[in-house]
């Protein structure tokens, strides 16, 4: 079992990517079809810590989802965001890869390529 793991959506075209540059490389990550199997609150709220960023900078906002949830409001608090991703994953951006050097959002894809030796 490989210790990257993917968070991957096959009909994001920076997904695949992400993908095939780890494969390129010789790497079988641990895929996580999110959207079939969508994470829980802690799942989610786990994996926004281990990114060390807010989780509204891993919303897509341009969902149709986001508009109808209004959650370009401010005021709306992490757990509230979390809540929303979980009831909608199609909202996580992607890909996120996690490896033993960090995790991160990999758009534009290369950017996988700092998170492995």
């Known amino acids: 079992m490989s210790d990257i793991t993917i968070y991957h959506n096959a009909r994001c075209s920076n997904s695949r990517?992400?993908?095939?540059l780890l494969r390129a490389r010789g790497i079988e990550p641990h895929i996580v079809d999110y959207i079939k199997h969508p994470l829980?609150?802690?799942?989610?709220t786990a994996l926004v810590a281990r990114l060390a960023v807010p989780v509204r900078e891993l919303l897509r906002s341009k969902e149709a989802v986001y508009q109808e949830l209004n959650?370009?409001?401010?005021?709306?608090?992490?757990?509230?965001?979390?809540?929303?991703?979980?009831?909608?994953?199609?909202?996580?951006?992607?890909?996120?890869v996690?490896?033993?050097?960090?995790?991160?959002?990999c758009r534009p894809p290369?950017?996988?390529?700092d998170l492995i030796p």
Do not use: M, Y
């Open 71 to 96: 959650l370009g409001d401010s005021s709306l608090s992490e757990q509230q965001l979390i809540a929303a991703v979980a009831a909608h994953p199609v909202l996580l951006n992607r890909p996120i």
């Open 98 to 105: 996690v490896t033993p050097k960090g995790a991160r959002l």
């Open 17 to 20: 990517g992400a993908l095939e």
């Open 40 to 44: 829980d609150e802690a799942e989610l």
């Open 110 to 113: 290369e950017l996988v390529l």
